[in-house]
């Protein structure tokens, strides 16, 4: 079984970038959640995709957008990028259902300059 | 919204001693959550807890759940350097589907 995967690693951007990341889901799981980790803080909800629609949304600007697709992998695009940005950004993925278990992926550290 | 408290943040202990990590949440949230995290890494799910009453336990951990109280707690038992980790509690909200996390236990188990 195939866990939760992210690209790339490590990214470099510059104040007003743009940035795609990426997640693939585990086997089996249908649901995707992004959220935003800063050193030292608690991970900051996102937004959770599910059949290919956004279902849920934390305090986030709208240029943070996402987008899933069939295979349930998932992607989180982020505008005009801004110092605040930089953060680990980590895609969980789960089944809808009564425990909606989340399992995170190893995560994606961005650092805007 | 559902806002989620840790106690303490900071916590370092004895090898062999227990202790009690507590996560206190705002509203109604109809699922909580346990996770740890090793410095550098990702989240590791340890636990979902339902209902009121709820207790699970996994070696020297222990999860329960109170939601008349709003109260969950996680019960570490005879400590071990390798349960040295940051330990997130994190909750649902009722009507929305959204998560939010605590700030996280730092958890240091001196030998």
């Known amino acids: 079984e195939t866990g939760v995967t992210q690209s790339p690693t490590h990214l470099i951007k510059t104040r007003g970038q743009q940035v795609t990341l990426r997640c693939s889901s585990q086997?089996?799981?249908?649901?995707v959640s992004w959220y935003q980790q800063a050193l030292g803080q608690g991970p900051q909800f996102i937004f959770q995709?599910?059949?290919?629609?956004?279902?849920g949304r934390g305090n986030f600007p709208p240029r943070f957008s996402g987008l899933q697709f069939p295979n349930y992998s998932s992607e989180l695009n982020v505008n005009a990028l801004e110092l605040d940005d930089s953060a680990l950004y980590l895609c969980?993925?789960?089944?809808?259902?009564?425990?909606?278990?989340?399992?995170f992926g190893p995560g994606t550290r961005l650092t805007v300059l | 919204e559902l806002k989620v408290e840790q106690n303490p943040l900071f916590l370092s202990m004895q090898e062999g001693k227990n202790y009690t990590i507590y996560c206190n949440y705002s509203?109604?949230?109809?699922?909580l959550y346990w996770y740890r995290q090793d410095p550098g890494k990702s989240l590791e799910s340890l636990f979902v807890?339902?209902?009121?009453?709820a207790v699970k336990q996994e070696g020297r951990l222990m999860a329960s759940l109170d939601t008349k109280a709003r109260l969950s707690t996680l019960h570490i038992t005879a400590a071990v350097h390798d349960l040295s980790a940051t330990y997130f509690c994190?909750?649902?909200?009722?009507?929305?589907?959204?998560?939010?996390f605590g700030s996280g236990t730092k958890l240091n188990v001196k030998p």
């Open positions: 994190a909750g649902r909200s009722d009507n929305f589907n959204k998560f939010y």
């Open positions: 509203t109604t949230s109809d699922r």
């Open positions: 969980a993925s789960s089944v809808q259902g009564l425990y909606n278990e989340q399992f």
């Open positions: 807890l339902l209902s009121n009453g």
């Open positions: 086997s089996g799981h249908n649901t």
């Open positions: 995709y599910y059949r290919e629609e956004e279902n």
